[in-house]
């Protein structure tokens, strides 16, 4: 399946919004464009369906449990933090969305996964 088959079964299951389906396929093609990096079924589903799911909670004003403090010390110990929080940077310009910090703290994880 192709992310943007996933993309549009979420939309489709009344689970995003079209707008939020928009900002992943921009978000798809930045990783490509800008980072080298194609987006896949294998590497990048789970991502992108967190990053949607996030982008609709966001717009609702509803709030997550944060991480647990000592797993988010394991992930900045990855080697690909600081990288992460870069990519996450880009990818709150691209979509013009501040992410709360409880939520950066799991988009982070995915993106060190991804990088």
Not at 2 to 24: A, C, P, V, Y
Not at 38 to 58: D, Q, S, W, Y
Request: hydrophobic letters at 40%.
């Amino acid at each position: 399946m192709e992310l943007s088959h996933r993309l549009e079964l979420l939309l489709n299951g009344g689970q995003i919004s079209l707008e939020t389906n928009q900002f992943m396929l921009k978000i798809i093609e930045m990783f490509q464009v800008k980072l080298g990096i194609k987006l896949t079924e294998e590497n990048g589903a789970m991502f992108i369906t967190h990053l949607a799911i996030t982008c609709e909670r966001m717009k609702k004003n509803e709030k997550i449990e944060p991480m647990h403090e000592s797993a988010y010390e394991e992930i900045k110990g990855n080697s690909n933090y600081i990288w992460s929080e870069a990519v996450l940077e880009d990818i709150e310009k691209e979509i013009d969305i501040h992410f709360l910090e409880c939520e950066k703290t799991y988009i982070i994880l995915h993106l060190c996964s991804i990088l």
